[in-house]
């Protein structure tokens, strides 16, 4: 075992946790989180809906890196994006209750769970609404091969948009078929989403929701998600997908309607913003980021041979 003692120094530390009980594996605004991560060509067997990447898309050097010539020491390793996501918890809840989505039949709780279902595209329990577009299930959203197991409608207007809205987080992230028609040329196709994929990970850090913060509607002990992202180019990866997707109000592009800013990451410089955009013109306005990012910074993460032949001056056997 390789001591790497005299190598760094901690300047910061942020200690994450599982939430407690039914919410393991669920974020702070209690949504399953984790589910839709990209496979990569020749390492395991992809699930049923899961894009599967050329290595270089997330490993310097690897096929399809658009880097041509890494630095040996960067080789299979990966940049890592990790960003500090305070979640204002009390405050979104309020705002889900305040404004339910108004459907004959729907009580007012279900309508606002409804709201949370199209702000995110997937129910708390990980159900996406483009296969449940009504209600929850939790049975569809626990079994690995049906779960991530979907494609967008590319109708325009809002009939593409029936099920899972333009705006919704996990189309605004990740847009699947959105963008194939970028594709069609045989001579030069973009591969948009492939480009621009990432494998993500996120670790919940802060104290559960208190009563107080409930009653009061106003978080006092911050809370959030630890958030990382891995990817061999951050420009085509983590900085793009922020800035020309999630905080673009048009895309996805080519739908007629002016989707607005993804409702969980987009950001307008603190100053409310619209989401969920329709043909009418009609738009749900956020009074604030529920979403407060408090700092972040890029590393490089080496692969193993790296760190034992390149940087801990140890030959490999």
């Not at 309607?257 to 913003?273: L, M, T």
């Amino acid at each position: 075992m390789l001591a790497f003692t005299n190598s760094f120094r901690i300047v910061y530390r942020l200690k994450g946790s599982v939430r407690p009980g039914n919410q393991k594996g669920h974020e702070h605004f209690g949504w399953e989180d984790g589910i839709s991560n990209p496979a990569i060509k020749g390492i395991g067997e992809p699930l049923p809906g899961q894009r599967v990447l050329p290595p270089g898309v997330i490993l310097c050097g690897k096929a399809k890196d658009s880097v041509p010539d890494r630095p040996e020491w960067a080789l299979e390793g990966s940049f890592l994006a990790f960003r500090q996501l305070e979640q204002l918890v009390p405050e979104f809840d309020k705002f889900l209750v305040d404004n339910p989505i108004v459907l004959p039949g729907l009580t007012r709780e279900q309508g606002s769970e409804l709201l949370g279902a199209r702000l995110v595209g997937r129910w708390k329990s990980g159900a996406p609404i483009e296969l449940s577009p009504t209600h929850d299930d939790p049975e569809l959203a626990k079994d690995p091969k049906r779960n991530n197991d979907f494609v967008f409608p590319q109708d325009k207007g809002d009939e593409g948009q029936i099920k899972c809205p333009y705006a919704a987080h996990i189309r605004k992230t990740n847009p699947r078929n959105d963008l194939d028609f970028l594709d069609k040329d045989p001579e030069n196709p973009v591969h948009a989403v492939e480009a621009s994929s990432i494998i993500r990970a996120g670790i919940p850090y802060g104290p559960e929701v208190t009563l107080g913060e409930k009653l009061e509607h106003h978080t006092e002990f911050p809370r959030g998600l630890a958030f990382v992202s891995y990817q061999s180019s951050l420009a085509k990866g983590f900085q793009f997908i922020q800035k020309r997707w999630a905080n673009a109000p048009n895309f996805p592009p080519n739908k007629a309607v002016e989707a607005g800013f993804d409702p969980i990451v987009g950001q307008k410089n603190g100053q409310s913003r619209e989401t969920l955009g329709t043909s009418s013109g009609s738009q749900l306005t956020l009074p604030r980021d529920f979403v407060v990012s408090r700092g972040g910074e890029y590393f490089f993460s080496p692969s193993v041979k790296a760190l034992k032949t390149k940087f801990a001056g140890v030959d490999s056997d």
